[in-house]
């Protein structure tokens, strides 16, 4: 991962929930607030909250005694969660570093995160510092995409623009968020951790978008996949955004298109 990796700033928040949530988060956010309400917890941490999908899906589902810590390293992407966010004296709003947690130990029944791992520097060190801040018995819930070759849009994507550039060709998408999808690697990291009873599931899901341009427009505008573009030739977003979009009606047809995207969900025990 480069440093840049992590910068997700400007227009980008805002263009990540618009076109990102709906096409590739919102069922893992439903099936990971599910998860975690299944597990009554009292004090909850999110990690990586990103623009707040998750956050906004297992609110309403934690009982009203509950308190519901909400973070991420950008606070751009923290700030337009709490925008999208309804008045609620539960949720606290803390940017935090996932790498070095601003909290006491054994603080919490459940730390969960949505696709924030593959983001995570160390993520053996990040691990250790969710069990810290977990008490005995409490339990780590999180998910991880899948190789790209298992999220069909991201792919897509990924192969028209290193038509576009050849001899540089932005891999953001394979290179982080589809980086880190080895589940015996995950599954030996989370116990180097000092982690137990870890379940990974892998899960299947649809990504839906009413026209070809869509997918095109979120993942080269709503992701860094922007800052990769620009940084090669700052006039070419709309024409690499143009081109994606192109590429996928060529697969997938001009009205309304579907796709697969697939995820690792991982629950593990402190």
Same mark, same amino acid.
């Given at each position: 991962m480069l440093e840049t990796d992590k910068v997700f700033?400007?227009?980008?928040?805002?263009?990540?929930?618009? &076109?990102? =949530?709906?096409?590739?988060?919102? /069922?893992?956010?439903?099936?990971? +607030?599910? @998860?975690? %309400?299944?597990? !009554?917890?009292?004090?909850?941490?999110e990690i990586a909250a990103g623009t707040g999908v998750v956050t906004r899906a297992?609110?309403?589902?934690?009982?009203?005694?509950?308190? &519901?810590? =909400?973070?991420?390293?950008?606070? /751009?992407?923290?700030?337009?969660? +709490?925008? @999208?966010? %309804?008045?609620? !004296?539960?949720?606290?709003?803390?940017?935090?570093?996932?790498?070095?947690?601003?909290?006491?130990?054994?603080?919490?029944?459940?730390?969960?995160?949505?696709?924030g791992a593959m983001f995570f520097p160390n993520r053996t060190s990040a691990y250790r510092e969710a069990r810290r801040v977990l008490k005995p018995g409490g339990h780590f819930l999180f998910n991880v995409w899948d190789?790209?070759?298992?999220?069909?849009?991201?792919?897509?994507?990924?192969?028209?623009?290193?038509?576009?550039?050849?001899?540089?060709?932005?891999?953001?998408?394979?290179?982080?968020?589809?980086?880190?999808?080895d589940t015996a690697l995950i599954r030996g990291e989370l116990e180097d951790a000092g982690f137990s009873r870890v379940v990974i599931e892998t899960r299947a899901e649809q990504s839906r978008a009413s026209s070809p341009r869509l997918p095109a427009v979120a993942y080269c505008q709503g992701?860094?996949?922007?800052?990769?573009?620009?940084?090669?030739?700052a006039g070419k977003l709309e024409a690499a955004t143009d081109y994606a979009a192109s590429a996928i009606a060529d697969r997938h047809g001009s009205g309304e298109v579907a796709a697969r995207i697939q995820a690792h969900v991982i629950v593990a025990v402190a």
């Open positions: 700033a400007g227009s980008i928040p805002e263009n990540y929930d618009r &076109y990102m =949530v709906p096409l590739i988060f919102e /069922p893992f956010a439903a099936d990971l +607030a599910q @998860r975690a %309400a299944s597990l !009554s917890p009292r004090a909850v941490l297992l609110a309403p589902r934690l009982s009203p005694g509950a308190s &519901y810590v =909400v973070t991420d390293l950008n606070q /751009p992407m923290l700030d337009y969660a +709490a925008s @999208r966010q %309804a008045p609620d !004296s539960r949720i606290t709003w803390r940017q935090a570093d996932a790498m070095a947690l601003p909290f006491e130990n054994a603080a919490f029944d459940l730390v969960c995160c949505q696709f190789r790209i070759e298992e999220n069909v849009f991201a792919d897509d994507v990924t192969n028209a623009l290193a038509r576009i550039f050849p001899n540089d060709p932005p891999r953001f998408l394979a290179r982080t968020p589809h980086g880190y999808h992701t860094v996949l922007r800052s990769e573009i620009e940084a090669r030739d």
